[in-house]
């Protein structure tokens, strides 16, 4: 069974400062990894996703995450942060196979990024 | 596209009350997910459908709570009777499979409803 840690519940953070939220998942079995964004009272969207290829995926709104099998790490970047990035963020992975055959995800318990003037 | 559609957005029920959520999927997609989302236990899966069968049922709480997809097109989630413990937000989801050796879409969600039981 796969689960997912996020290392911190809250990460306050300057505007225009770099921010790092981290990720760590455990599984026996090879995964896909995605990080979701969820703004206040709405629902959450795709930030980027990593399912094969080059382990530097980028994603939207200047977000990127490197996948790293040896740490089992996903640990999502900013180089410069705004305030509208202000949001919940969520780490979520998934057995590759279990994902085609019908994408069920586990997600982690997010992490609340506060971007301060 | 409307994206993933529910309703209600909020609801406001007694105790012992019978709740229904709906939720209709991106048209074109095959899998719908119910998610609930609360402080304590943040965002879990409570169950998914494939093609309008339920795949994995596993994370429903208990009895109280049931699921239906009688077409593509409409899923409903029932808690009946609800609790205060049931007070959360409940997301739908879906993604659509391009087959069996294609990879799977991401996970469109809904905007949620927000349950709260008195």
């Known amino acids: 069974a796969q689960s997912v840690t996020q290392l911190d519940s809250q990460v306050p953070v300057f505007e225009e400062a770099p921010v790092e939220l981290r990720c760590n998942y455990s599984?026996?079995?090879?995964?896909?990894l995605f990080w979701y964004v969820q703004y206040p009272n709405q629902g959450l969207q795709l930030l980027l996703k990593y399912l094969s290829g080059s382990t530097l995926v980028k994603g939207i709104n200047g977000f990127e995450a490197e996948f790293n099998k040896s740490q089992t790490s996903f640990h999502l970047r900013k180089p410069s942060v705004h305030i509208s990035d202000t949001a919940e963020y969520f780490c979520a992975v998934s057995d590759r196979w279990i994902y085609n055959q019908g994408g069920k995800l586990i997600f982690g318990q997010g992490t609340e990024l506060s971007v301060k003037p | 596209d409307a994206g993933v559609i529910q309703s209600p957005r909020h609801e406001v029920t007694e105790m012992g009350q019978e709740v229904t959520l709906r939720c209709k999927p991106i048209s074109g997609h095959n899998s719908l997910f119910w998610y609930r989302q609360t402080m304590m236990r943040g965002l879990e899966l409570l169950i998914y459908f494939n093609n309008n069968v339920p795949i994995d049922d596993s994370g429903m709480p208990e009895d109280r709570f049931s699921a239906k997809m009688p077409n593509a097109s409409f899923s409903t989630l029932k808690i009946q009777p609800s609790e205060p413990r049931d007070s959360a937000v409940y997301f739908c989801?879906?993604?659509?499979?391009?087959?069996?050796?294609?990879?799977?879409?991401?996970?469109?969600f809904g905007p949620g409803t927000r349950l709260l039981v008195l």
């Open positions: 599984s026996s079995v090879s995964v896909y």
């Open positions: 989801a879906s993604s659509n499979s391009l087959g069996d050796r294609g990879r799977r879409e991401t996970q469109y």
